[in-house]
């Protein structure tokens, strides 16, 4: 099966993004995929996994990006995208205040 692993060529996959994404479904969960990153919910869809991730690497899950810059490389266009992120898992963190407790009851 040829991947289109190059999301700047002009050259047309023999697959779509769906198709391709499908295969490495088959064995990774999206759902858990969208819970580490939220990269992987926003591409999912429209980037193929082989964009950004070589298929099955023995080291690097990310082509030739060190993993302190993995996020620096996402966040430098969607910087808006990772503030959201962190607020609300930051939401989640917080434990419930007693007025959020009682608004809950009613």
């Given amino acids: 099966m040829r991947f289109e692993g190059d ?4 050259k047309k996959p023999m697959y779509s993004v769906q198709e391709q994404n499908q295969v490495c479904f088959a064995c990774h969960q999206p759902d858990k995929l969208r819970e580490k990153l939220w990269a992987h919910d926003v591409h999912a869809m429209k980037l193929p996994c082989a964009s950004c991730h070589t298929l099955h690497p023995k080291d690097d899950a990310m082509k030739g990006i060190s993993s302190k810059n993995r996020v620096k ?6 910087g808006e995208q990772q503030k959201r992120k962190a607020a609300a898992d930051a939401e989640k963190a917080m434990p419930a205040s007693p007025a959020t407790e009682q608004k809950d009851k009613q």
Avoid: E, P, Q, Y
Wanted: proline fraction near 0%; hydrophobic fraction near 40%.
């Fill in 73 to 78: 490389l996402c966040v430098d266009c969607h």
């Fill in 7 to 10: 999301i700047f060529g002009d």
